[in-house]
């Protein structure tokens, strides 16, 4: 009897030992060194946005991408110290720090400003896939089409912004458009009860909730930590809305030329009496390399420059950046210039303040309101359109009309060349 209590004894603690060292192994767990990862970031009430990202840090220089739905956006730095991760998001002021730790990585979300935000986050390796399959008839309706959006905030109505959604299988995809461009690819699943399509990016963190209730969608727009906006939308037949006269933007003295400086990447300054500019048609695309609808404008760019720079065009971006120290703004241009392809010229025009841009842009136009503003400006120097805002590839249809805007407004402007070199 004794020696059987013993071997039970034996049996037990051998049973314990074992248990302990799965703990401690699966606690001291390495970072994976390549691979994809699924996280939350931390939202007002309570919500969790979700997001994904893939990491390779088998190299001393880190590289990695968010996921959203089809679209790989870069995380221009990632820096391993230890168990820590540091992203670095220069143009946008921002970075993110997570400490790995029990199988996951947590951390923070930080957005320097005057008022600076913070914002938790946690990610782990994605697991295989489960089966999350539902039927039919437990899910929402489709969400597709054409939508016009109603905020409500106190007793006011915001009716300036519209959405476009379309399904793939259970995915969901869309995004809002505002007068000065879209959210960018919003994505989601199809589910049952409330239906969350969402967008990280490093320097965005957009959700919306959807319900589908008495035949009609209202949610809350979610964006970082602002208060959360209470919006319904209606379906509609087109995208199209002509924007009233208080929102358009145009040369104050039509007749005058618009006038700009800058500092290049190299360091010297240019302006618009340039030798180069001499004789042909300009586009002067007002941006910042941190606004994302800036971002998805710069392949149009400079695919337009690459078309047509041998028949008189010039491309100029003009950039107003979140800091005036030239040292920060040259990095975050090259970042820009690498990560899409740009040969046209970047200008940095010191910053977004105020009294910056009321010097070199409200002086000169009604209006300005909007990253990206994109001039058309004839050989003779005249603004002959203005384009506000960019529709980014998210918005589908509205983004080919836009494609075909722009192209059509270079035409007008090289008209006799063009055809002079037929």
């Given at each position: 009897?004794?020696?059987?209590?013993?071997?039970?004894?034996?049996?037990?603690?051998?049973?314990?030992?074992?248990?302990?060292?799965?703990?401690?192994?699966?606690?001291?767990?390495?970072?994976?060194?390549?691979?994809?990862?699924?996280?939350?970031?931390?939202?007002?009430?309570?919500?969790?946005?979700?997001?994904q990202m893939y990491l390779?840090?088998?190299?001393?220089?880190?590289t990695g991408h968010f996921i959203n739905g089809p679209e790989r956006t870069p995380i221009p730095e990632i820096y391993r110290r230890g168990d820590s991760l540091i992203f670095v998001f220069s143009e946008y002021g921002a970075a993110m720090r997570g400490v790995w730790k029990n199988g996951r990585l947590s951390g923070e979300f930080l957005r320097f400003r005057r008022d600076t935000i913070s914002m938790s986050f946690a990610a782990q390796p994605s697991p295989e896939a489960p089966d999350t399959a539902r039927a039919a008839s437990e899910l929402l309706p489709p969400l597709a089409g054409k939508f016009q959006v109603y905020f409500r905030k106190d007793d006011l109505v915001d009716s300036s912004t519209t959405a476009t959604f379309w399904t793939r299988g259970d995915s969901v995809f869309g995004t809002f458009i505002a007068p000065d461009g879209?959210?960018?690819?919003?994505?989601?699943?199809?589910?049952?009860?409330?239906l969350f399509l969402s967008r990280f990016t490093g320097w965005q963190a957009n959700m919306l909730e959807l319900r589908h209730e008495q035949?009609?969608?209202r949610g809350k727009y979610y964006a970082r930590t602002s208060v959360p906006v209470f919006f319904s939308i209606e379906p509609r037949t087109s995208l199209l809305k002509e924007a009233g006269d208080a929102r358009k933007t145009?040369?104050?003295?039509?007749?005058?030329?618009?006038?700009?400086?800058?500092?290049?990447?190299?360091?010297?300054?240019?302006?618009?009496?340039?030798?180069?500019?001499?004789?042909?048609?300009?586009?002067?695309?007002?941006?910042?390399?941190?606004?994302?609808?800036?971002?998805?404008?710069?392949?149009?760019?400079?695919?337009?420059?690459?078309?047509?720079?041998?028949?008189?065009?010039?491309?100029?971006g003009l950039s107003f950046e979140l800091s005036d120290d030239f040292a920060t703004a040259r990095k975050n241009l090259l970042l820009y210039e690498e990560r899409y392809g740009v040969t046209y010229t970047l200008l940095f025009c010191g910053t977004t303040e105020r009294a910056n841009v009321d010097a070199r842009?409200?002086?000169?136009?009604?209006?300005?309101?909007?990253y990206p503003t994109t001039l058309f400006i004839d050989p003779k120097g005249l603004v002959r359109d203005v384009h506000v805002g960019f529709k980014g590839p998210g918005t589908g249809e509205e983004y080919q009309r836009q494609v075909q805007l722009f192209y059509d407004s270079v035409r007008k402007l090289l008209k006799g060349k063009l055809a002079s070199k037929k």
């Open positions: 009897m004794k020696m059987s209590n013993v071997s039970i004894s034996h049996a037990w603690l051998s049973a314990v030992i074992l248990l302990l060292a799965l703990i401690l192994l699966s606690c001291s767990k390495p970072m994976p060194e390549e691979g994809t990862w699924t996280g939350t970031l931390a939202l007002p009430e309570a919500r969790r946005l979700p997001f390779d840090l088998r190299s001393i220089a880190p879209d959210l960018g690819l919003l994505a989601g699943k199809r589910s049952a009860g409330t035949g009609h969608w145009t040369m104050k003295d039509p007749k005058k030329k618009f006038l700009f400086s800058g500092v290049r990447i190299m360091g010297d300054t240019l302006t618009q009496a340039d030798v180069r500019f001499k004789g042909k048609a300009l586009i002067v695309d007002i941006m910042g390399t941190w606004c994302h609808n800036c971002m998805d404008a710069a392949p149009l760019l400079e695919q337009l420059h690459r078309e047509f720079k041998n028949k008189g065009l010039e491309v100029v842009l409200h002086s000169q136009l009604n209006n300005f309101f909007a």
